[in-house]
């Protein structure tokens, strides 16, 4: 094959990604991005900085449990339209806004608010955005499962993750970055930072609300298993006549939108479920329950707000695009197993590098190389993992079971990761990330057990009928 030849092919292959939707997904993934690690890192920072104890926000990261309890109520994002807007924008489209509009107005509430004098109010306005957020989530992965074919699904699924990579440097270099620049001293707490930086991320909102209002509402997938259901729910009502209506209407409901879902996935991997469920809800742990704490450790060891938003604004956004990008080459060629695998040494393995950066104190050298390479680790293992939780869901219950699995991965890691602050006042920094690196190592023994054991089983099936 000639070069011309070989060059012309690269070019179409990467033209994929001056598609409609793979743009819409790099906003799409910005906006989802932002407001996870401001009510999570960055809000510790904030909290640190305004005399909160350690201890204290730990237990104030739990408010992150949003992202881990977004199952129980994702089957009513995935079969209620909203009145009005469901209308107006569809099914998807309206859940994704009414929810951005949720993150806004609680971003605005939380920069109003000062920690320091009412810090149960902050935590109260936090939830409201993480909640806000999850549902946020909810619609946007059901928004780009429903928008394309395998081919497609690649070129949305790089796009997103790269925007939100972009938006969690925004949300943690971003908002030191600005709230540096307006406070007259480091070594006094201001509100006033904190009120313009939280401000400036409610407005950083504003693109991934114009590109819902103004993007297709992707088609409604045929739905070969939704008359079975119906069918399934006529006889049971049948059965049970001597019920009232509207229980007999709720229980059909529940069933369709709450249990069939899961059943699905129980039907499709039967035993090996368990297997699958233990590798997602701890695959994350190494990085989440270090995450926690990881501004408060920058604080308590003397690096200003301005050094680490530069780190993390130059190193960290090299990094993160690198990793994401590579790690989406990286699975189309050795598969999706083998990066996993790769992903989830490689973040164990970093966190050893923060007990270092622990042992030797606020070394500027030090702390871009800890932070380029957690960055680059998380970008490959997340561009793995989204392609493994992807290729699990079944697009005919595309926005409650990618919503289960992404919860069950953030469960025990976000659970954990609110001792953290308790963990540091017993044992001191560099015993806590030394343990949580190896807190990851198990995670390589399931995924070793999940290859061998398991197999992608097809998305969308009909497996019986109604006798």
């Not at 993750?161 to 030191?176: E, K």
């Not at 939280?198 to 209002?213: I, Q, R």
């Not at 390479?373 to 992807?390: H, M, P």
């Amino acid at each position: 094959m000639s070069v011309s030849r070989r060059s012309r092919e690269w070019i179409s292959a990467l033209a994929i990604y001056l598609q409609p939707r793979p743009i819409t997904l790099l906003f799409l993934g910005f906006s989802s991005g932002l407001p996870l690690l401001l009510v999570f890192s960055s809000l510790s920072f904030w909290l640190r900085e305004a005399g909160i104890e350690r201890s204290s926000i730990g237990f104030i990261s739990w408010v992150a449990l949003a992202y881990a309890f977004k199952w129980a109520w994702a089957p009513l994002v995935d079969r209620v339209q909203l009145p009005v807007l469901g209308t107006l924008l569809g099914r998807r489209r309206s859940w994704m806004f009414l929810a951005q509009l949720g993150v806004v107005g609680g971003l605005v509430g939380m920069a109003l608010n000062n920690p320091a004098e009412q810090l149960t109010l902050s935590v109260v306005l936090a939830v409201v955005v993480a909640f806000s957020s999850a549902t946020q989530d909810i619609t946007v992965d059901a928004f780009r499962i429903e928008s394309g074919d395998e081919r497609m699904q690649a070129a949305m699924a790089a796009t997103y993750m790269v925007g939100y990579r972009l938006a969690m440097i925004t949300s943690t270099a971003g908002v030191l970055g600005i709230a540096a620049f307006f406070d007259p001293s480091e070594s006094t707490y201001e509100h006033r930072p904190w009120l313009i930086a939280y401000l400036c991320m409610a407005l950083a909102m504003v693109p991934g609300m114009l590109t819902t209002l103004l993007s297709r509402e992707p088609t409604a997938p045929i739905n070969e298993e939704l008359e079975l259901q119906r069918q399934h729910v006529q006889v049971w009502s049948a059965r049970h006549t001597h019920l009232p209506s509207f229980m007999t209407r709720a229980a059909g409901w529940l069933y369709v939108a709450l249990i069939c879902p899961f059943a699905d996935f129980i039907r499709r991997y039967r035993w090996q479920a368990l297997l699958i469920l233990a590798l997602i809800s701890s695959y994350r742990i190494a990085d989440i329950v270090m995450g926690v704490i990881a501004n408060v450790f920058y604080v308590d060891l003397g690096f200003t707000k301005a050094e680490i938003a530069t780190v993390t604004k130059v190193f960290g956004i090299v990094m993160t695009l690198t990793g994401a990008l590579a790690g989406g080459a990286l699975v189309n060629r050795f598969g999706v197993m083998k990066i996993l695998f790769a992903g989830a040494l490689m973040a164990a393995l970093t966190n050893l590098l923060f007990a270092a950066l622990a042992m030797n104190g606020p070394q500027i050298e030090l702390l871009v190389v800890v932070i380029s390479l957690d960055n680059l680790s998380a970008g490959i293992a997340t561009a793995a993992f989204v392609a493994y939780l992807s290729a699990l869901t079944n697009i005919q219950y595309s926005a409650t079971q990618y919503a289960l699995f992404s919860s069950i991965m953030l469960l025990l890691p976000k659970f954990m990761g609110g001792f953290s602050g308790v963990a540091v006042d017993n044992i001191g920094y560099p015993l806590f990330f030394t343990g949580t690196a190896i807190l990851g190592l198990p995670v390589l023994w399931l995924i070793y057990m999940a290859a061998r054991h398991t197999h992608l089983a097809p998305r969308s099936q009909v497996e019986k009928q109604i006798e």
